[in-house]
C-alpha cells in the first residue's frame, strides 16, 4: 500500500532532549516536506527537499533540522526542544515538484509535547 | 507566493450543496490549485485539483474563474461523514507551499 509513514505518533519529552521524528514514503517520491500545525494556524511548512541531499527552509525553520540521505526516509530533527514546539506535525510527500499536478501525500501525524 | 484566504468556518445541514470559495494572492502562472479535506488526528487527503474553469470527479467539482484569483470548492450533497477541515492550497513556485488556516465544515443532521 502506497504510504507516507511517521513514528511515533506520539511522542512526550522534556526541554532540552534531543530527538527525530522519522518519515518514509514507499511511492519513489522526489519531494518531502515537514510540517507543523497548530490551532488557528493552519499548516506551516518548516522544511521540505527536493531530493537527495537537497533540502531547504519553510516558513518555520528554526529549532529544527532535517537531512536527506536516502530518497524515501526525512527523518526531523529537534536538537533542543522547547516547549513552544509542542505541536501536531506531518510528513508529506510528492512524485515531483516539477509537475505542477502532483498533489501531496500526508502522513497521520506525530503529536509532540515538550514539557 | 500565493497566499489563500478561506472563511474560518461554514455550517450545512446533510443532503445540503456546499461551496467554499478560497482567494489565491499572488498566485502564478503554472501554479495548479490543490484542495485537501482533513478529519481529526488524521493528516490531510487530496480532494482534487485544477488549473482553470471546472473540474469534476466523484467527490467534488472545482471552479476557477478565468483570472484564477480564486477557486470555489463544490461538495453535492453533504453528509455527516464531511465534516472536516478543508483546505486550498496554491502549489507555489520556488517548491515552498502555502496553506491557509482552512475551513472548518460541520454538516448537522
Known amino acids: 500500500e502506497a504510504q507516507v509513514t511517521q513514528n511515533p505518533r506520539y511522542l512526550i519529552t522534556v526541554t532540552g532532549k534531543k530527538l527525530t521524528v522519522t518519515c518514509s514514503q514507499n511511492m519513489n517520491h522526489e519531494y518531502m516536506s515537514w510540517y507543523r500545525q497548530d490551532p488557528g494556524l493552519g499548516l506551516r511548512q518548516i522544511y521540505y527537499?527536493?531530493?537527495?541531499?537537497?533540502?531547504d527552509k519553510g516558513d518555520v525553520p528554526e529549532g529544527y533540522k532535517v537531512s536527506r540521505k536516502e530518497k524515501r526516509n526525512f527523518p526531523l530533527i529537534l536538537e533542543s526542544p522547547s516547549p513552544n514546539q509542542t505541536s501536531l506535525y506531518f510528513c508529506?510527500?510528492?512524485?515531483?515538484?516539477?509537475?505542477?499536478?502532483?498533489?501531496?501525500?500526508f502522513g497521520n501525524g506525530t503529536r509532540l509535547t515538550v514539557t | 507566493l500565493a497566499k489563500t484566504t478561506q472563511p474560518i468556518s461554514m455550517d450545512s445541514y446533510e443532503g445540503q450543496e456546499v461551496n467554499i470559495t478560497c482567494s489565491h494572492n499572488?498566485?502564478?502562472?503554472?501554479?495548479?490549485i490543490t484542495w485537501y479535506q482533513q478529519f481529526p488526528s488524521q493528516g490531510p487527503r487530496f480532494i482534487i485539483q485544477g488549473y482553470k474553469t471546472k473540474v469534476t470527479n466523484e467527490v467534488a467539482s472545482l471552479f476557477i474563474p478565468a483570472d484564477r484569483k480564486s477557486s470555489t470548492l463544490s461538495l453535492p450533497r453533504v453528509s455527516l461523514s464531511d465534516t472536516a477541515v478543508y483546505y486550498c492550497l496554491g502549489y507555489t513556485g520556488g517548491f515552498k507551499t502555502i496553506f491557509g488556516a482552512g475551513t472548518r465544515l460541520f454538516v448537522k443532521a
Open positions: 508529506a510527500s510528492s512524485l515531483s515538484p516539477e509537475s505542477r499536478n502532483s498533489p501531496l501525500h
Open positions: 527537499s527536493m531530493n537527495v541531499e537537497v533540502t
Open positions: 499572488n498566485i502564478a502562472t503554472n501554479d495548479y
